[in-house]
T-cell receptor
Framework: KAGVTQTPRYLIKTRGQQVTLSCSPISGHRSVSWYQQTPGQGLQFLFEYFSETQRNKGNFPGRFSGRQFSNSRSEMNVSTLELGDSALYLC?????????????FGDGTRLSIL | GENVEQHPSTLSVQEGDSAVIKCTYSDSASNYFPWYKQELGKGPQLIIDIRSNVGEKKDQRIAVTLNKTAKHFSLHITETQPEDSAVYFCAALSGGYQKVTFGTGTKLQVIP
């Protein structure tokens, strides 16, 4: 069974640009969550999608958005990129939503802002 | 919101010794506590988890204990091996949705 797939693995952008990251969950998983990982702030929750609906959101500005498609694949978009957005963006999937569901992570997209 | 504290931030042990990582959480409603191992260039990998109705869980060399009264949980790795070297994260979940709060991570180094 294939794991969580994130594309691209690496991305370089400049300030002011926007970027879209993609996540394909484990087959059969319907919940997709996104996280930002930085050395200073650690792993921080961005949002969760389930059945094409955003179910929960972390404390990030509106420049960070996402969506989920009917096949459970998810995309995350960051607009007006800032230097501080440089991070590893991780996607995790679980069979369903709920607070006792194990999450399985992809290997992330490394975003660098110049 | 939930706050998870993790200690120590770094841990060095000799191969074959045991390693213990401790976490505390603040939200008494938290009911699921996973542990993740992250190797360089990889995403976090779920290694063990425990639910609030269980006090201890073991899987081969790895065990997790949970004290709900004191709001703390710990990861125990016995007979450590060099391949156990990685960053370990504890986490807590509460509420009806998937909103995970992670600890700050422990970098474990197993010295051959």
């Amino acid at each position: 069974k294939a794991g969580v797939t994130q594309t691209p693995r690496y991305l370089i952008k400049t300030r002011g640009q926007q970027v879209t990251l993609s996540c394909s969950p484990i087959s059969g998983h319907r919940s997709v969550s996104w996280y930002q990982q930085t050395p200073g702030q650690g792993l921080q929750f961005l949002f969760e999608y389930f059945s094409e609906t955003q179910r929960n959101k972390g404390n990030f500005p509106g420049r960070f958005s996402g969506r989920q498609f009917s096949n459970s694949r998810s995309e995350m978009n960051v607009s007006t990129l800032e230097l501080g957005d440089s991070a590893l963006y991780l996607c995790a999937s679980s069979p369903t939503t709920g607070s006792n569901q194990p999450q399985h992570f992809g290997d992330g997209t490394r975003l660098s802002i110049l | 919101g939930e706050n998870v504290e993790q200690h120590p931030s770094t841990l060095s042990v000799q191969e074959g010794d045991s390693a213990v990582i401790k976490c505390t959480y603040s939200d008494s409603a938290s009911n699921y506590f996973p542990w993740y191992k992250q190797e360089l260039g990889k995403g976090p990998q779920l290694i063990i988890d425990i639910r609030s109705n269980v006090g201890e869980k073991k899987d081969q060399r790895i065990a997790v204990t949970l004290n709900k009264t004191a709001k703390h949980f710990s990861l125990h790795i016995t007979e450590t091996q060099p391949e156990d070297s990685a960053v370990y994260f504890c986490a807590a979940l509460s509420g009806g949705y998937q909103k995970v709060t992670f600890g700050t991570g422990t970098k474990l180094q197993v010295i051959p």
